[in-house]
């Protein structure tokens, strides 16, 4: 145990924030102490959770986004009201881009993996299909855009297995029906076959008893596969294409005047 602690504390310290299951698939590429079945995910994820618990670990280096807490904004006072605006106060980066983009992925462990990319660098919206997306839900993802004049390019980073490939597939069908005379792009980038070739990725037997397996050629593979940081850089190329980084640096410039005149309102406390 001792030696599997070692290694999955050089896992994670070199990937944070990543989820259980990636770290699981990275343990059982290097080390014979982890089966490639439910019961070597057990031990990790038991592992994982002493080692934390021991302040061996951090909590904040495993992604959990499955459970969350909603919590109503308040304030002390008007001031520090405008403080705090002033602090997270973002000038909306994409309102003079070309092009606009959105990410989505499958698993909602995830978000935690991308949101560095997605929401702290970019603030591009990350939505999350859980598998198959729900006829309302990709209703509402085409109404956010069937009005926009600009190309809004769509991204995945999703498990290559029957039902990956499938919603995909039926979410870009679905928003072009429901947004028809968009402009629209779509794009999954990740698992791609390429990606199993190239990055030699795990793989687990196509499960049979899927519906959806009798079109689907070959072993499937899920995205927790991918070290989180070549996630974040995937996601972070595709999004960057789209940038027109003269206008981002406008955007930057006007973004520092405007919470300079918030922090004066709030009587310039910083």
Request: a negative charge.
């Amino acid at each position: 145990m001792a030696e599997l602690d070692e290694l999955l504390l050089e896992i994670v310290a070199e990937e944070n924030p990543v989820t259980v299951r990636r770290v699981f698939y990275s343990a059982t590429t290097k080390t014979e102490l982890v089966s490639k079945t439910d019961a070597g995910y057990s031990v990790v994820q038991r592992r994982l959770l002493e080692l934390r618990r021991s302040e061996r670990m951090p909590y904040t280096w495993i992604a959990d986004n499955t459970r969350y807490v909603i919590e109503p904004t308040s304030h002390r006072d008007h001031e520090a009201a405008l403080r705090e605006t002033a602090t997270f106060y973002r000038k909306a980066l994409w309102w003079d881009q070309p092009e606009r983009v959105q990410i989505f992925t499958e698993k909602d462990a995830l978000v935690s993996v991308l949101n560095p990319i997605t929401f702290d660098r970019w603030q591009v919206p990350l939505g999350v299909m859980r598998g198959c997306a729900s006829e309302s839900f990709i209703y509402s993802v085409a109404q956010s855009v069937k009005d926009i004049d600009i190309v809004t390019n769509f991204y995945q980073v999703g498990d290559h297995d029957p039902t990956g490939v499938l919603a995909w597939e039926k979410f870009e069908e679905g928003v072009r029906r429901f947004a028809p005379d968009a402009h629209l792009r779509f794009e999954r980038i990740a698992v791609t076959p390429e990606q199993i070739k190239t990055l030699s990725l795990p793989t687990r037997p196509t499960k049979k008893t899927d519906s959806r397996s009798k079109t689907f050629t070959g072993e499937s593979v899920e995205v927790d596969a991918i070290p989180a940081p070549m996630l974040r850089d995937l996601v972070n190329a595709a999004i960057e294409r789209h940038v027109d980084h003269r206008q981002l640096q406008i955007t930057r410039m006007y973004e520092a005047s405007e919470r300079d005149v918030l922090l004066s309102l709030a009587g310039g406390v910083r």
